[in-house]
């Protein structure tokens, strides 16, 4: 009727995808539950948060990576680990002496050694995989956090299971592994296989100090001599620990000793370091007034040889005798003039169980925290998926789980994300 036409809407050339809908709106649940779609600038910046906690954690993954290289590679240095470690390959070919086919295709022993080798592989790895987690989080490239997230929790698993089995390891050298130890380090065995091995440390016994070697001699032999034996034995039995006897226990021992050999102006700690260079010397006994010390059960190696004088019987007890009196009371070489100490144990095993305790503390530890930190990247890209469509945060839904008394209202954005879907399909 002579009115002009509204002008046309502006022309859309297309519907924006869904995807970018999906980026830019949240679903606000409403009092009545009717799930209006509202459009929101919040959500790219709680992406950009979340993405920068997810570059933090994978930071975290490698610097976790880092700390396991370093690690494993002082445990592939550790020496006592080194001997043990030859030691249980040496005691896995002994029961097979009878057949030299089957020394040949033996299997080869688990080790805390090739234990430590795939951890150092295993942790290279989680480097690698930290960095592409820091590169998917700066990028915001999905498929890079994803495969983050799945690579790193199975090298989390590996890395807690070598941690397990170190200290399998560890628990193994207090049984099998120290008779063995203690085998090996008798004085006997110790010349005589020395001999068969035609070492250079075997050369200052004398013959009578040499026992025949037999069948079973002869065959530890070939096995030590494709382990380099000449270096494994003196590594094993060069150092004891020993143990304080009572006063009634050194009074005795003196008493029966036919032989010893003394030094004078000779402290306790180099008596103790002549007894350890000494494979036959089973104890040795300390005069703190005097500076004197006896190795008992010993011989005068060459080394020692114008320090030592040999004694014999009584000589021995007048040798260490001094005005002081023994007093049981007193455990301090100091404070108690003369003291007896017999050797236990090689300081060997003691070493490999106090390191092998902190490899496995150590990687368990961090086994632990590649855990945690794909867990809690799991968590943030929930967070990321689930606020674009207004539902709970992993925190709330945690709290709704375990206290729903603190969750009050949360549950409603459920029900609101409910309504809205039944009002599209309707």
């Not at 950009?48 to 880092?66: F, H, K, N, P, Y």
């Not at 036919?258 to 180099?270: D, F, M, P, R």
């Amino acid at each position: 009727f002579g009115r002009a036409p509204p002008p046309p809407p502006p022309r859309v050339s297309g519907a924006m995808p869904e995807r970018h809908r999906d980026f830019e709106a949240k679903f606000v649940d409403s009092d009545s539950g009717s799930g209006e779609e509202e459009w929101s600038e919040d959500v790219p910046q709680d992406e950009a948060a979340e993405s920068r906690r997810t570059c933090c954690l994978a930071v975290l993954t490698i610097l976790a990576g880092l700390a396991l290289v370093v690690i494993s590679i002082l445990g592939l240095m550790s020496k006592s680990i080194k001997t043990i470690d030859d030691l249980i390959v040496f005691n896995s070919r002994w029961p097979q002496f009878n057949d030299a086919q089957a020394v040949a295709s033996a299997m080869p022993a688990v080790t805390t050694r090739g234990i430590l080798g795939s951890l150092l592989v295993d942790s290279h790895l989680v480097v690698l995989v930290g960095v592409v987690g820091v590169a998917g989080a700066l990028t915001r490239m999905k498929i890079c956090v994803c495969s983050y997230v799945v690579a790193a929790s199975v090298l989390a698993f590996v890395t807690i299971m070598c941690a397990a089995d170190t200290i399998e390891r560890r628990a193994l050298a207090t049984g099998i592994v120290h008779e063995q130890v203690m085998d090996l380090c008798n004085g006997t065995r110790f010349i005589r296989l020395g001999n068969g091995l035609k070492c250079a440390w075997a050369q200052i016994y004398a013959e009578d100090e040499v026992t025949a070697c037999g069948a079973v001699c002869q065959f530890r032999v070939k096995v030590l001599s494709d382990m380099d034996g000449c270096k494994l034995m003196p590594d094993l039995c060069n150092r004891f620990k020993y143990q304080r006897m009572s006063a009634e226990d050194c009074a005795g021992n003196l008493s029966a000793v036919q032989q010893g050999y003394g030094a004078q102006n000779v402290g306790y700690e180099e008596c103790r370091g002549a007894c350890d260079a000494d494979i036959l010397c089973e104890s040795f006994a300390v005069e703190a007034t005097l500076d004197r010390c006896m190795l008992l059960h010993a011989r005068a190696v060459h080394e020692h040889e114008g320090a030592w004088t040999a004694l014999q019987g009584a000589n021995i007890t007048s040798f260490l005798k001094s005005d002081a009196t023994l007093d049981p009371s007193l455990a301090g070489v100091v404070d108690n003039p003369l003291g007896c100490y017999a050797s236990t144990v090689p300081y060997v095993l003691e070493e490999f169980e106090y390191d092998g305790m902190l490899l496995a503390i150590g990687t368990g530890i961090l086994g632990l925290v590649l855990l945690l930190s794909t867990v809690c990247t799991c968590l943030l890209m929930y967070n990321v998926n689930m606020s674009r469509k207004g539902r709970p945060s992993a925190a709330q839904l945690a709290m709704m789980l375990f206290c729903p008394c603190c969750a009050d209202g949360l549950d409603q954005k459920f029900h609101g994300a409910t309504s809205l879907r039944s009002s599209q399909d309707e």
